[in-house]
């Protein structure tokens, strides 16, 4: 017989994981400056004069990198409610959502934490780490690694289609979460975070209600809201 604690705690952790990262990507997102703008910005020094000095920013991205296990979370619990029709959308889409999250974690390292560092110098020290940065931000040497990112969206999408075949979730929610992963990828392709910001108002409305489900059902009673 499961030890009922176990799964509770279990279930409980499940759910705080579809609660907490949405909200995490919705700070994250609405700290960056120029939010409004939708400017496709393609210039490295710009995205280095955004972060320089803004240690809230700095936060945000250490955050980021924090919910890399609750996504990792979430897409092996949509995996395990696909079932028969969706099946293969399941798995296939956490393969693909499980790398992405890995590309996630080093990209929050590589391009966030790790300037972090570098703008504890003194300017001058500062500005002849410049050369470096760049070459970091055009994703130089085994950085390429991180065109791998889009996985994350894409595999949270075919998850989600796999939901709205199945039912496993009521549809609202489905198409919600393959509307939100589609904004993300458009966000991270022509780095507009109001787009980014969007897509996770989105996700939340998407997921924190299952998620809040999970929290305060009986562990094992209701593995999925009703269709």
């Known amino acids: 017989m499961p030890n009922q604690k176990l799964e509770s705690a279990k279930q ?3 759910g705080l994981a579809f609660v907490v990262f949405p909200f995490v990507f919705i700070f994250a997102f609405a700290i960056h400056p120029n939010l409004l703008s939708l400017a496709i ?5 710009t995205r280095i004069g955004e972060f320089h000095g803004n240690r809230l920013m700095h936060l945000g991205h250490a955050l980021m990198l924090l919910t890399v ?13 696909l079932t028969e029709r969706g099946a293969w959308l399941g798995f296939i889409g956490c393969v ?6 890995v590309m996630l974690a080093v990209d929050k390292t590589a391009l966030c934490l790790v300037p972090s560092a570098f703008d504890t110098l003194p300017e001058a020290q500062f500005r002849q780490m410049l050369p470096g940065l760049e070459a970091m931000f055009h994703f130089k040497g085994w950085l390429a690694l991180l065109y791998l990112l889009p996985l994350l969206p894409l595999g949270f999408m ?11 979730i009521p549809r609202w929610q489905s198409v919600s979460l393959i509307v939100a992963m589609v904004l993300l990828g458009v966000s991270a392709a022509v780095d507009i975070d109001l787009f980014g910001l969007i897509a996770s108002a989105i996700l939340a409305i998407a997921l924190v209600p299952f998620g809040l489900q999970l929290i305060n059902s009986p ?4 593995d999925t809201p009703p269709s």
């Open 12 to 14: 409980i952790g499940t």
């Open 41 to 45: 910005v393609t210039d490295v020094g």
């Open 69 to 81: 296990p609750l996504l990792i979370v979430v897409s092996l619990k949509l995996m395990h409610m």
């Open 96 to 101: 693909m959502a499980v790398f992405g999250a």
């Open 158 to 168: 075919l998850q989600g289609i796999g939901l709205y075949l199945s039912r496993a």
């Open 219 to 222: 562990p094992g009673r209701r």
